[in-house]
T-cell receptor
Framework: DARVTQTPRHKVTEMGQEVTMRCQPI?????VFWYRQTMMQGLELLAY????????DSGMPKDRFSAEMPDATLATLKIQPSEPRDSAVYFC??????????FGPGTRLTVT | LAKTTQPISMDSYEGQEVNITCSHN???????ITWYQQFPSQGPRFIIQ???TKVTNEVASLFIPADRKSSTLSLPRVSLSDTAVYYC??????????????FGTGTRLTVIP
């Protein structure tokens, strides 16, 4: 049963520190998505890739967030410097196209 | 991406059929309708997708009227394990971009024994 994996599952860090979250999409999927979920804002799409190329990152704060896909088996989301308002659960999803997406378990980030 | 409107919450007894309706008055010609389910502390899970009329899979049915301005997710004979938040998404991500993708607040379904 193929699944999206994410590491770390939990991360606690201090304000100003760099945070890197990793995602391994399902083998063969050509689209990868990064989402953020908070109680106040719900699920927000931050960025997505198709065939490893970034298609849209307009949902992402550009000054501190960056998303990359160094290869087909790894997607990264980096926050530098982190701020308390970045505390959220970050989900990675992969799929074949934009409609049917398979989500990972998420990374719960707490910035103090 | 068409904004969607769903009920905030619903309660149902075990064994009953549950219908959750989503309104999407501004749906575009190329938009598909997709439903996701999310359990606490997990990522959303794809349930079903459709464009028009009716779609059925092993988990649910999706009913879409001719004008496509709404859709209804039907869960047959719910069990306690169906307690979750259900999201309706409408659109074509690659046409509208990340800034227009809204999962919305979803519908929190509680199944009662």
């Amino acid at each position: 049963d193929a699944r999206v994996t994410q590491t770390p599952r939990h991360k606690v860090t201090e304000m100003g520190q760099e945070v890197t979250m990793r995602c391994q999409p399902i083998l063969g999927h050509n689209t990868v998505f990064w989402y953020r979920q908070t109680m106040m804002q719900g699920l927000e799409l931050l960025a997505y890739f198709r065939n490893r190329a970034p298609l849209d990152d307009s949902g992402m704060p550009k000054d501190r967030f960056s998303a990359e896909m160094p290869d087909a088996t790894l997607a990264t989301l980096k926050i530098q410097p982190s701020e308390p308002r970045d505390s959220a659960v970050y989900f990675c999803a992969s799929g074949l196209g934009s409609y049917e997406q398979y989500f990972g378990p998420g990374t719960r980030l707490t910035v103090t | 991406l068409a904004k969607t409107t769903q009920p905030i919450s619903m309660d149902s007894y075990e064994g009953q059929e549950v219908n959750i309706t989503c309104s999407h008055n501004n749906i575009a010609t190329n938009d598909y309708i997709t439903w996701y389910q999310q359990f606490p502390s997990q990522g959303p899970r794809f349930i079903i997708q459709g464009y028009k009329t009716k779609v059925t899979n092993e988990v649910a049915s999706l009913f879409i009227p001719a004008d496509r301005k709404s859709s209804t997710l039907s869960l047959p004979r719910v069990s306690l394990s169906d307690t979750a938040v259900y999201y309706c998404l409408v659109g074509d991500l690659f046409q509208t971009g990340a800034n227009n993708l809204f999962f919305g607040t979803g519908t929190r379904l509680t199944v009662i024994p």
